[in-house]
């Protein structure tokens, strides 16, 4: 069956192609003689020949004699229709035509196939029950030869044989004829006249037994599995050959086929040939790769020899254009032409050129104002672009080029390289001076900082008790305003209490009309007055006689005072 891979028509069929098998109906085997034809396609695959190689029908699909192959129906009727096929062409049966009993024999459980070997050629007892053994029903002529599955996926029986396999296995049997053909996701049964069918092996399709490894960066690019047959060279001696070939290609890998000088492409997934005029050229990955690659010894304009590391990331694009130039990886391609690239490069250049650049890439490929980098100038100007052109021409894409060491080797060399360190230790003092002076300026700076931050935090903390001050004398004021206030008002009100207490008892006293309680009250309000004033109290009145009369007990008095004075004195 053809498929259609990124508009190249490949040798695919599902996830398992058959490549280079022969059509054996036709018995022609596919000629070489034709030149190879190229042609790209947008996805960067190319088809190397202009037909796929060996493509064929199935070998089931053919007129085989005696051979049928197992569909919906099963195995039984597969029998069925190989005994029919035998009966025609008188070539007996193997369908054998005895009854089960249920009492006595061997017994045959379902699920399972009874083998009779008559005179020689098999017999099948295809249906459960027992079965009588000798003398019983004519048995003196068969022998037993026990039970086998229906569901084996090998039984082989007197030249019968029976091939059922599962998916993900493949059989890979040789006819009567020895053709090698394979099986997968089905089955046949056939009766080999003449000769015999042999069944190989069973192939394990999702894991084959040996890794196809990247030489270069030691990637698995895939899995393959050799399938060997045995053959008599004579009575005494034998060889193994290979006859088929299976594959695993992992997603984003492919494979490249050979047929003479024809290439094919062949993509990712599971595949066999058994073709042997096809075999496999090799396996590559179509995702980016990167590796260092030290370079041969290169010889400047002055003849120094230097020797670089250089750093490389690409990625194939066209396996088969790598193939056709005759490299076996990316990377033997971009080795041989990095090489010769670079040693048209350093041949111009002086050694004095190279010394003064210390690092080489694609960082520093992008600033070109420094007279001294004429490495970097034709690194830029020749070595990218002449690489990446020639990297086209091998189906290959440069992701990134980069000298990441340099070593240069002889006497003159060695003597710069003092001179070189000198004057690199004397910029590394200086550099280191000027780093001290910097330091200590950011010291200083960073101690005034330090005051001025100090000095602002002291104005804050003055400016603040100031203010707490100030807002607490202005508190205390205010505080003793309003208790004066509070006091003043108090007195007030008393005051006025009491002369309204006055009021109303002189009011009460002034509506008392009984002269004795009027004496009375008279007399209460003098013991009163004795009361407050002390019993040895004078009351002197103060007007009329009686003022007058004060008066000049009070002048005797004071002169009674100041005579007695006198005499102490």
């Not at 672009?385 to 980069?402: F, H, N, R, S």
Request: charged residues 25%; contains cysteine.
């Amino acid at each position: 069956m053809e498929k259609n891979f990124n508009g190249n028509t490949t040798v695919v069929g599902g996830p398992l192609s058959h490549i280079g098998e022969i059509d054996y109906q036709k018995d022609k085997r596919p000629s070489s003689t034709h030149k190879p034809v190229i042609t790209s396609t947008r996805a960067g695959f190319s088809s190397a020949a202009s037909q796929p190689f060996g493509e064929s029908a199935d070998y089931l699909e053919q007129e085989l004699p005696f051979c049928v192959s197992i569909g919906k129906d099963g195995l039984i009727a597969a029998l069925g229709k190989l005994d029919e096929q035998l009966r025609r062409a008188n070539k007996g049966h193997i369908l054998s035509s005895k009854k089960p009993t249920d009492w006595i024999g061997r017994e045959i459980t379902p699920g399972k196939l009874g083998l009779v070997n008559h005179g020689g050629l098999p017999k099948l007892l295809t249906r459960p029950g027992r079965y009588p053994s000798f003398p019983l029903r004519n048995w003196w002529a068969r022998e037993w030869c026990g039970t086998q599955g229906l569901s084996d996926t090998v039984i082989s029986f007197r030249g019968l044989t029976v091939v059922q396999v599962s998916q993900n296995q493949a059989a890979v049997v040789s006819d009567p004829q020895n053709r090698i053909f394979v099986i997968k996701n089905s089955g046949f049964v056939a009766y080999a006249v003449e000769g015999s069918y042999d069944v190989l092996a069973i192939v394990d399709q999702t894991h084959l037994e040996k890794p196809w490894k990247d030489a270069t960066t030691g990637a698995i690019l895939g899995w393959t599995d050799e399938v060997l047959m045995r053959s008599n060279i004579s009575a005494h001696q034998s060889s193994s050959y290979v006859v088929a070939l299976f594959l695993n290609i992992p997603a984003n890998n492919c494979a490249i086929l050979q047929r003479g000088d024809d290439l094919e492409l062949l993509p990712a997934g599971q595949h066999y040939i058994t073709s042997p005029n096809v075999t496999i050229r090799g396996m590559y990955t179509l995702g980016e790769n990167q590796k260092e690659m030290p370079t041969k010894d290169i010889f400047t304009r002055d003849q120094v020899p230097v020797s670089l590391t250089i750093y490389l990331k690409w990625q194939l694009t066209e396996p088969l254009k790598l193939a056709t130039h005759g490299y076996t990886t990316p990377y033997d391609a971009l080795r041989d032409k990095t090489q010769s690239i670079l040693t048209q490069i350093v041949a111009h250049l002086d050694y004095s050129s190279m010394v003064k650049q210390r690092s080489l890439g694609p960082d520093n490929l992008e600033d070109g104002t420094d007279p001294s980098s004429a490495f970097l100038d034709a690194l830029r100007t020749r070595a990218m672009d002449d690489l990446l052109e020639a990297a086209l021409e091998y189906g290959i894409v440069m992701k990134d080029l980069a000298v990441i060491d340099r070593q240069f080797k002889g006497d003159i060399a060695h003597t710069m390289d003092k001179l070189t360190t000198r004057a690199l230790q004397a910029q590394v003092e200086a550099a280191n001076v000027d780093r001290e002076n910097s330091n200590k300026i950011k010291q200083e700076e960073g101690a005034l900082s330090v005051a001025r931050v100090k000095a602002q935090s002291l104005n804050t903390q003055a400016d603040a008790e100031a203010y707490s001050v100030v807002a607490a004398a202005r508190a205390q004021a205010e505080r003793l305003r309003i208790e004066a206030e509070a006091q003043a008002q108090a007195t007030k009100l008393a005051a006025e209490a009491e002369a309204e207490a006055i009021r109303i008892k002189a009011t009460a006293d002034a509506q008392v009309r009984d002269q004795f309680a009027r004496e009375m009250e008279f007399r209460r309000m003098e013991v009163a007055r004795v009361k407050a004033f002390g019993a040895k109290t004078v009351f002197v009145p103060t007007e009329g006689l009686g003022g007058q009369l004060g008066d000049t007990m009070a002048r005797s008095l004071a002169l009674g005072m100041g005579m007695g004075d006198g005499r102490k004195n």
